[in-house]
């Protein structure tokens, strides 16, 4: 079934009908874009679940968010069609932040959807705007089975949907250069959530 496009900017819905923001720039290091890819691919039957770590800014009127690191939801409580942060989990999350040397905080969330597609359900919009609802908070949608991505975040204009984000390339001595777009979660090709 094709997607039919809403440019109005005003429905705010989970899932598909979320509308698209380009008031946000995600770019997320290299070394959280593979951990984050090898704990979502590490339990193909169950939700998984972490924290997006990184900065948040504003620049010449456009918000960024730059992830640079994962925090693995221990402790949470997966199950084949939902994940749920407990309390064990956020103290082992505010454990690691506290041992990092420098101001990254959290920035957003990630889980799977294993098999069954990238929409936010009810339980995600949930979860998002009242954990994750900063200017500039993003959260991550894997499904590991099919291999795709979806990026949902927190704009001024609400909840909307990432169309890109960035994976930032590193040199030989490890430090970051250029952003290239090199993932393109929410193609047009894609069927609509259910």
């Given at each position: 079934?094709?997607?039919?496009?809403?440019?109005?900017?005003?429905?705010?819905?989970?899932?598909?009908?979320?509308?698209?923001s380009?008031?946000?720039?995600?770019?997320?290091?290299?070394?959280?874009?593979?951990?984050?890819?090898?704990?979502?691919?590490?339990?193909?039957?169950?939700?998984?679940?972490?924290?997006?770590?990184?900065?948040?800014?504003?620049?010449?009127?456009?918000?960024?968010?730059?992830?640079?690191?994962?925090?693995?939801g221990?402790?949470?409580?997966?199950e084949?069609?939902?994940?749920?942060f407990t309390?064990?989990?956020?103290?082992?999350?505010?454990?690691a932040?506290?041992?990092?040397?420098?101001?990254?905080?959290?920035?957003?969330?990630?889980?799977?959807?294993?098999?069954?597609?990238?929409?936010?359900s009810?339980?995600?919009?949930f979860?998002?705007?009242?954990f994750?609802n900063?200017?500039?908070?993003?959260?991550?949608?894997?499904?590991?089975?099919?291999?795709?991505?979806?990026?949902?975040?927190?704009?001024?204009?609400?909840?909307?949907?990432?169309?890109?984000y960035?994976?930032?390339?590193?040199?030989?001595?490890?430090?970051?250069?250029?952003?290239?777009?090199?993932?393109?979660?929410?193609?047009d090709?894609?069927?609509?959530?259910?």
């Open positions: 079934m094709a997607r039919k496009k809403d440019n109005s900017g005003s429905r705010e819905k989970h899932g598909r009908g979320a509308p698209r380009e008031a946000l720039s995600l770019t997320i290091d290299p070394d959280a874009h593979r951990a984050r890819d090898a704990h979502c691919g590490a339990n193909p039957r169950n939700e998984v679940c972490g924290v997006l770590v990184g900065f948040t800014g504003e620049e010449n009127g456009r918000r960024w968010t730059r992830v640079v690191a994962i925090i693995e221990k402790h949470a409580r997966e084949q069609m939902s994940v749920t309390h064990e989990t956020w103290d082992a999350v505010h454990e932040l506290a041992q990092r040397n420098d101001k990254a905080r959290v920035v957003g969330w990630y889980h799977t959807h294993p098999d069954f597609g990238i929409f936010y009810a339980p995600d919009v979860v998002h705007r009242n994750f900063l200017e500039g908070q993003v959260g991550i949608v894997v499904d590991p089975v099919r291999e795709e991505r979806g990026v949902f975040a927190s704009t001024a204009q609400g909840l909307g949907t990432l169309a890109r960035e994976v930032a390339r590193q040199n030989a001595r490890g430090h970051l250069v250029d952003c290239r777009y090199t993932e393109e979660p929410l193609r090709d894609m069927p609509e959530a259910r």
